[in-house]
């Protein structure tokens, strides 16, 4: 198994408050990936960074921000949480950019309350 | 623009039954990778097969097999002999050959009852 953890792994927090999402990977992979799952959604791709310091907006990426300091770890922001943010939340990582298969964390679970 | 279509979102077998699951997808790419992922009821997320767009040979791992048909672009998803472990979620998704961004179809749910 891919060496990727996530925390915390479920949270409740209450509508308007900051909230941090940390992954954190053993793998020393560049690439890593934010997802969140909804019903009937699938999984869709907040941000993801393709090194330390370079993230890029994937497509459901309003209300999120991003920030990797080092290789092993990404975390996910919710500046001013709201309802709509209720989800759960995957880390993935992939060791190349492209025709590569991610990996993913166990998950986030988080309500706002 | 890429999307992935799941359109069963639950089936439910009797143990030792065969499932398939469909997934339809559509893409301006000439080259992408097709990917199953399995998602049991602990939640985590389990890569299962990826198969590049020039491959059109059908897969057999054990009991799980994937047919794929680009002229119909398909790339469908069949248990032989169901058994209880297989009950999960199931995600096919989408990625092109230049780039990193998986689009996921919206599940199918699988229950296997014994």
């Known amino acids: 198994d891919a060496g990727i953890t996530q925390s915390p792994r479920h949270k409740v927090t209450e509508t308007g408050t900051p909230v941090t999402l940390r992954c954190h990977q053993t793998?020393?992979?560049?690439?890593m990936y934010w997802y969140r799952q909804d019903p009937g959604h699938g999984l869709r791709l907040i941000h993801y960074s393709y090194g330390v310091k370079d993230t890029d907006k994937g497509e459901v990426s309003d209300g999120y921000s991003v920030s990797r300091s080092k290789t092993e770890d990404f975390l996910l922001t919710l500046e001013s949480a709201t309802s709509s943010q209720t989800s759960v939340y995957f880390c993935?990582?992939?060791?190349?950019?492209?025709?590569?298969?991610?990996?993913f964390g166990p998950g986030t679970r988080l309500t706002v309350l | 623009a890429q999307k992935v279509t799941q359109a069963q979102t639950e089936i439910s077998v009797v143990e030792k039954e065969d499932v398939t699951l469909d997934c339809v997808y559509e893409t301006r790419d000439t080259t992408y990778y097709l990917f199953w992922y399995k998602q049991p009821p602990s939640g985590e997320l389990v890569f299962l097969i990826r198969r590049n767009s020039f491959d059109e040979q059908n897969e057999i791992s054990g009991r799980y097999s994937w047919n794929f048909q680009k002229s119909t672009s398909s790339f469908n998803f069949t248990i032989t002999a169901s058994q209880v472990v297989d009950s999960a979620v199931y995600f096919c998704a989408l990625m092109p050959t230049a780039g990193n961004k998986l689009t996921f179809g919206g599940g199918t749910r699988v229950l296997v009852k014994p």
């Open positions: 993935a990582i992939s060791a190349f950019r492209d025709n590569n298969e991610q990996f």
């Open positions: 793998e020393n992979h560049r690439y």
